[in-house]
């Protein structure tokens, strides 16, 4: 008896185990279950089956409905961050398992026609059923490609639609969401970290004196550079004319040379109006840098701790950093 015959036998036990008519729909997936026991239709049936459960029909029709056509896949997306991300994660697996059973199902639909062919006369009924079989499995296999392109999509688009909401417009860096979230992920994996906060100098005066245009070209002049001078370390946009620094590790004095040279870089950008090329003089920042070695709330004390710092820093003439 050869493999797949071995396999078809398997298959058809498991549906008369299971109490469930030996279709082509259900043989498809008592086939794919058995052959691909670490496939998501093996875990999805197991996870039914455990414990000698049987799985009823719409239980099958279902597993079947959902790698066949991802049904998932258009669901709305959920206002509420955490919903996000759940549909997220489901939809990646989505796609996986359409991946996954795709590829179950061509291997399926190969296995019945060459055993199709070492068929003897004698046989013709059972040449009609697999060859019945042979067909609908190529048809789900159609289906299950078309479902993991769109899924794939879908993946795409979410990836999209969160890097959008976590991303300042105006100077392309994270913005608070994107803070708070990196703050949170450096927490949980127990590493200690060290925030600064940096505050443009004087930039209420440059708003009012030159107007927003300017105001808006040195926002973006000042996350560039600290971009360039802190990388590989995160900066992101807290809010208005506030940056913040975030670097793993408990090397406080680092992060202040970090910044320090941020600033000091700075220093030396000559920036100058459009319309007239005239220079506005010098554009700098204050920053104040703490340390968080806790959970998230330290985090949030850090903060707390890195915005006096920055005051003091503002107090003690400005274009400097200060750590608590």
């Known amino acids: 008896m050869s493999a797949t015959q071995a396999q078809g036998e398997r298959a058809l036990a498991f549906l008369a185990q299971q109490r469930l008519a030996p279709t082509p729909q259900n043989y498809t997936l008592a086939y794919i279950a058995l052959g691909e026991p670490t496939s ?19 239980e099958a029709d279902e597993i079947l409905r959902l790698f066949a056509r991802g049904a998932a896949a258009s669901d709305p997306i959920p206002g509420d961050e955490r919903d996000r991300d759940a549909l997220r994660h489901q939809t990646i697996k989505l ?62 688009e979410l990836e999209v639609a969160r890097d959008d909401a976590e991303r ?20 949980s994996q127990g590493q200690s970290r060290i925030i600064g906060i940096c505050d443009i100098d004087h930039f209420k005066s440059i708003n009012d004196r030159y107007g927003h245009g300017v105001g808006d070209r040195v926002l973006k002049l000042v996350a560039a550079t600290l971009s360039t001078s802190c990388a590989p370390q995160f900066v992101g946009r807290w809010g208005g004319e ?45 920053a104040g840098v703490s340390i968080a070695v806790g ?16 005051y003091r820093a503002k107090a003690e003439g400005r274009n400097r950093v200060v750590q608590s």
């Open 40 to 58: 998501p239709v093996a875990q999805a049936v197991g996870a039914i089956t455990d414990g000698g459960v049987r799985i009823r029909q719409e």
């Open 95 to 156: 796609g996986d398992m359409a991946s996954s059973a795709a590829a179950a199902t061509g291997a399926f639909s190969r296995d019945l026609t060459a055993e199709a062919k070492n068929l003897g006369e004698e046989a013709v009924r059972t040449v009609q059923i697999v060859t019945g079989m042979i067909e609908r499995a190529r048809s789900a296999e159609q289906e299950l490609h078309a479902a993991a392109r769109e899924v794939a999509v879908l993946r795409q």
């Open 168 to 187: 300042d417009q105006l100077t392309g860096l994270g913005n608070r969401r994107a803070i708070e979230r990196h703050l949170e992920k450096l927490a």
């Open 242 to 286: 506030e940056f913040l620094f975030v670097m793993p590790g408990d090397d406080q004095q680092h992060g202040v040379a970090l910044l320090d040279a941020a600033r000091l870089d700075l220093s030396t950008r000559e920036f100058k109006l459009r319309e007239n090329d005239e220079p506005i003089g010098l554009i700098s920042f204050s």
């Open 295 to 310: 959970d998230h709330t330290d985090s949030v004390a850090a903060v707390h701790r890195a915005d006096a710092a920055l």
